[in-house]
């Protein structure tokens, strides 16, 4: 049984904006194991970078709230993070649990060097000498397979490409030995042959330091090279859940399906319309009573509108919120594909 | 095929920017292709390979430094005003970014009637239907009319781009990565819109993106570019299916495919390094330093695009001694 790193439970973060309380992540439980990828997949504001900033800490403080009463937690080695105090997660931040971000342009600051970034995490968290430091900055520097990395550690972002520049940025985060990576899209702003280059480049150094990956990200294909398990998000919600071969190859909630069916194949000649789901995401502010997919769901019964899914559990580790499994449900007239198991 | 009827051919066409006293960013350098009317052209590459503005310099909004585009028989480039308004007429192009493209400070009924002012299409009610068609067309409401670019989505902005490329009824347009800033449900929405477009009015566009998947399922045909040349130019099954670039071949097995079995089969030609500057680039074939056949006449002439197969174009002087090794 492998090892439970990371615990999150009931986990709700709401907004307070102008036109009212935006209810960005509702009640999400998922867990995290040693070595493993997570991913975590959904469109833009379906609640995922939030998830994963609630996590480390990093949501702005005033305007943001996290539910702490009842089952909500984030269990980290079993100690609930959601009541640290702010210089208790300094010290986790970055050493434990380590972020990348989408962006690596605006990620780093443009009036320090790349090596004096790399060197502030490895200074804060470890106590040892600025020589030491610096020489385990170029070592990182190396691993992450920058050229002339002597050279490189006194340049600062802006000589950098971006594929170089998401380089640094794992050399920051991965600095200290994370137990936990978290990685926010960190390809979306690369090209598809730097993005399989980091891709390998985290892969690698996954499997060298045992770390726990959560990837959030949109693109399927990413997805499928890296992940073990995949979890998809729909207006705050965990919607499905389960390995990667049951993701692809049994999708159950029709906007699993939905996703998966509208990336276009580059290994087959298909020229015919691509599958597209009408309309667009909930408005979270006032977001809708039963399942917030109704609206865009082919297969919307009377209760979907009604009365959010129950869990059914498919296997030990596939499980999706979708009233079609239901055993009540009429599902006469519905593509069997829905409900073929292995 | 003598029936399909050239709509711009592209000449050895050149776009350089000068850069610093001694510095020449050569952006697009001697880029040839046809479009005929009535089907896509796809255009594929890494960022910084020149695709945009080889597509704006297509459209007119750049001047170009040498080379000719040739719409319908004449030289874009040779227009004076008056002509070049009649050409504006006829085609068109839809931008990357749908939140900076459209004048936040408009109407979504004005930004799509400026095309109609300008060339005294329609006035008044006629206008007014018109735009109301068009908002249809792209599957907005009339309602939408009176409102501001801020209160749309991304996707609907984009959609609000594409019906102002089209209120003038233009042949040809240029889409400039049209989809990559949005989600993936919503970019298939919008790729469907092109195509059904297409189909309905006769359309011919240039399809520019670096989403190799996109590409391949909307163009008849794709180019594919590095540092400013074309390297391989096909069909588009035939390209995607049979690769013969190096380039080309790296490029086709980094596209991540949503299959986790496919993906553990798939080969990966890995490419190293980065995509060079493209300030004054070293003479000879421009992929030369990141492949690995390369040799010294690589490093030394620059390889025309010459028909390997029929249709099937590449500029590379090893492609016949690469392909029949089988690699």
Redesign the interface.
């Given at each position: 049984m492998s090892e439970k790193i990371l615990e999150v439970k009931d986990l709700n973060v709401s907004f307070h904006t102008y036109a009212g309380i935006s209810h960005a992540v509702r009640g999400v439980d998922f867990h995290l194991n040693r070595g493993e990828t997570l991913a975590i997949v959904g469109?833009?504001g379906c609640g995922k970078t939030v998830t994963s900033k609630a996590i480390m800490g990093l949501l702005p403080k005033p305007q943001t709230q996290i539910k702490m009463d009842g089952e909500s937690a984030i269990l980290f080695h079993g100690e609930n993070l959601l009541d640290y105090t702010e210089k208790q997660m300094t010290e986790i931040r970055g050493s434990k649990i380590s972020m990348i971000f989408q962006d690596p342009m605006t990620s780093l600051n443009p009036t320090m060097k790349i090596g004096d970034q790399i060197m502030e995490s490895i200074i804060i968290h470890q106590k040892i000498s600025k020589e030491e430091a610096r020489a385990q900055a170029l070592k990182m520097l190396e691993l992450v397979k920058i050229p002339n990395a002597e050279q490189r550690m006194k340049q600062y972002p802006f000589e950098f490409?971006?594929?170089?520049r998401q380089r640094a940025m794992i050399a920051v985060a991965l600095a200290c030995k994370p137990e936990v990576l978290i990685a926010d899209e960190p390809t979306t702003a690369l090209?598809?042959?730097?993005?399989?280059?980091i891709m390998d480049l985290i892969g690698e150094l996954q499997k060298e330091l045992n770390m726990a990956v959560i990837l959030v990200t949109?693109?399927?294909?990413?997805?499928?090279?890296v992940a073990d398990r995949i979890q998809v998000m729909y207006a705050g919600k965990i919607i499905e859940r389960g390995t990667?071969?049951e993701i692809?190859?049994h999708p159950t909630h029709p906007y699993t399906r939905?996703?998966?069916s509208?990336?276009?194949?580059?290994?087959t000649?298909?020229?015919e319309?691509?599958?597209?789901?009408?309309g667009?995401p909930p408005d979270l502010i006032n977001p809708p009573i039963g399942c917030s997919f109704a609206p865009r769901c082919e297969y919307g019964m009377k209760i979907c509108r009604q009365k959010y899914p129950e869990i059914t559990q498919f296997t030990d580790s596939q499980q999706c919120s979708c009233w079609l499994h239901h055993p009540k449900a009429d599902v006469s007239g519905l593509p069997a594909e829905i409900f073929k198991r292995g | 095929m003598a029936e399909k009827e050239v709509l711009i051919e592209v000449k050895d066409l050149k776009k350089y920017f000068q850069v610093g006293k001694h510095a020449t960013l050569k952006a697009v350098d001697g880029v040839n292709f046809k479009i005929y009317k009535g089907e896509t052209l796809g255009l594929v590459g890494e960022s910084g390979c020149g695709k945009t503005t080889c597509g704006k310099t297509v459209m007119g909004l750049y001047e170009a430094t040498g080379g000719q585009v040739i719409f319908d028989g004449v030289d874009i480039h040779s227009l004076n005003k008056k002509e070049k308004k009649e050409f504006t007429k006829r085609a068109q192009i839809i931008f990357q970014d749908p939140y900076s493209s459209l004048n936040p400070r408009m109407t979504v009924e004005d930004i799509i009637g400026e095309g109609i002012d300008i060339h005294g299409l329609y006035k008044g009610d006629a206008r007014r239907e018109r735009i109301h068609h068009l908002l249809e067309l792209v599957g907005l409401n009339k309602e939408h009319a009176m409102r501001f670019p801020h209160e749309f989505s991304g996707g609907q902005r984009q959609r609000i781009g594409i019906a102002r490329a089209l209120a003038i009824e233009p042949e040809f347009i240029v889409c400039d990565e049209p989809i990559s800033a949005l989600d993936v449900s919503i970019q298939a929405q919008v790729v469907n819109l092109l195509i059904k477009l297409q189909k309905e009015l006769g359309l011919t566009y240039l399809f520019i993106a670096h989403d190799l998947s996109m590409v391949k399922h909307i163009s008849d045909r794709v180019g594919v570019m590095y540092l400013g040349s074309m390297v391989e130019f096909a069909d588009s099954d035939e390209l995607y299916a049979k690769p013969l670039h190096p380039y080309t071949k790296a490029l086709m097995s980094a596209i991540p495919i949503p299959d986790p079995n496919a993906e553990k089969e798939k080969k990966r030609i890995p490419i190293e390094g980065e995509i060079p500057s493209p300030i004054n680039p070293k003479p000879g074939c421009r992929f030369a330093a990141r492949c690995k056949y390369a040799t010294d006449e690589c490093r030394k002439t620059t390889p025309e695009l010459v028909e390997v197969l029929p249709g099937h174009f590449t500029a590379c002087h090893n492609v016949k001694k690469i392909n029949e090794l089988g690699l």
């Open positions: 469109e833009s490409s971006g594929g170089m090209d598809v042959t730097i993005q399989a280059q949109h693109d399927l294909g990413v997805v499928a090279s990667v071969d692809f190859y939905a996703l998966l509208s990336v276009p194949k580059v290994n000649n298909n020229k319309t691509l599958y597209s789901l009408k667009t | -």
